[in-house]
């Protein structure tokens, strides 16, 4: 069983490579069989021209986006924030891919590292715990991203469908949502990834205090030893897994550090600006009529975004919390029935995650947890509130 859930563990992850290798996101290569990253000039040259081609193309887009605009709204202040946020959005992809094209050596070494500590972590702890509750987060991103992707194809098909002379271009003007899109995915996939070592050691923890405090009363003191011994031999082991996977987090998350900052930024215009043209809209101050599908369809796809947005930072505050706790399973451990050493290990173990804790955070400036995801509402409803009182206020005065 455990066999198979590895390997369907493995395909999902899998699934994640190929998207991003066809969005230009991976600039390496990686053998499934031999389970081994590597550095390819192929690969490289096919980001480069991906990159080239967001370039150069997509400025016709947003100059097809902006007519879009002029012809949809009545007000300039609905023009000038959806062109604005056309420029963010190609600076966001722009830096994106070549932040991933730069740092490929880094990406390549940190992969295949991790590649070499799962071996070495399966054949230490083989039994599999809460498996499917990481199979289930896998899928959900996975879903995600497809749903994302599809609802933006609904929406545009819509949008563009009295439009002829734009309809060739629907495929490439999703290419940005599916991006940024897959980048957020990404991330969740790999800290999930991060998450499922974290929980076998602490689950394997858990059981090592449960054998010590069901140990029988009536051993003799060299058994006591023998299986204090052996618990703190297992705890050291554990502990290098531990250190290792805190090296692992934080190599991670300096190879993201840079592409969150651009992601989320463009994430929080992706939600308030769309919000804001659904109040134009229903606030009567459209040049067009919005249909009912159209309006539906806009709703589905911010559905999306924000189970984007909960995905990426519920799952990261749970990586910190499972990383807490293996400190609190610690303290619960039996010491008055070990001897010297094994308090030895669970000192050491505890002092050593007092040292290396670290939040993920986004180049200094904020940490990726619940507490981002409450003062992204907050600001973003302060911010709709601003542009709505622009708007009342004729600030984006009505054309001509």
Not at 5 to 14: G, I, M, P, V
Not at 252 to 259: A, S
């Amino acid at each position: 069983m455990a066999v198979k859930t590895k390997a369907n563990f493995y395909r999902l992850a899998s699934c994640f490579y190929y998207c991003n290798k066809f969005f230009g996101l991976a600039a390496f290569s990686y053998n499934p069989t031999k389970r081994k990253f590597s550095e390819s000039v192929g690969s490289v040259a096919y980001c480069l021209l991906f990159l080239v081609f967001t370039f150069f193309f997509y400025p016709y887009l947003m100059y097809q986006f902006l007519l879009f605009l002029e012809k949809s709204f009545s007000t300039n202040l609905g023009t000038s924030i959806g062109t604005f946020q056309s420029l963010l959005q190609w600076l966001t992809l722009i830096s994106i891919q070549c932040i991933n094209i730069y740092d490929r050596k880094d990406i390549v070494v940190y992969y295949n590292k991790k590649v070499l500590y799962d071996k070495k972590f399966s054949s230490t702890i083989p039994e599999i715990y809460r498996k499917k509750y990481f199979l289930s987060m896998l899928f959900l991103a996975l879903i995600v991203f497809v749903f994302k992707l599809l609802s933006g194809y609904i929406l545009m098909a819509f949008i563009v469908q009295k439009e002829q002379n734009i309809k060739p271009f629907l495929i490439i003007y999703l290419i940005p949502s599916a991006i940024t899109t897959l980048t957020g995915c990404s991330f969740t996939m790999e800290i999930t990834c991060l998450q499922f070592f974290v929980t076998q050691i602490n689950c394997s923890l858990k059981k090592l205090a449960v054998e010590l405090v069901n140990f029988p009363k009536t051993s003799s003191e060299a058994q006591k030893m023998i299986l204090s011994c052996g618990i703190s031999d297992k705890i050291d082991l554990f502990l290098i897994f531990h250190s290792d996977l805190t090296k692992f987090i934080a190599t991670f998350n300096r190879l993201q550090t840079r592409i969150l900052l651009f992601y989320f930024t463009n994430k929080f215009l992706e939600l308030i600006i769309p919000a804001f043209f659904k109040y134009l809209t229903i606030a009567g101050l459209t040049a067009t009529t919005s249909t009912a599908d159209i309006f539906a369809n806009s709703l589905f796809n911010d559905v999306f975004n924000i189970m984007e947005l909960i995905m990426m930072t519920v799952c990261t505050n749970s990586l910190m919390n499972e990383m807490s706790t293996t400190a609190k399973i610690l303290h619960e451990f039996p010491v008055h029935k070990t001897d010297d050493r094994l308090k030895e290990s669970i000192n050491r173990f505890s002092l050593q995650i007092l040292q290396e804790k670290r939040p993920i955070s986004v180049c200094g400036m904020f940490n990726v947890d619940n507490t981002l995801l409450y003062s992204m509402i907050s600001s973003m409803t302060s911010y709709l509130i601003l542009l709505v009182q622009f708007q009342l206020q004729g600030v984006g005065s009505s054309k001509g």
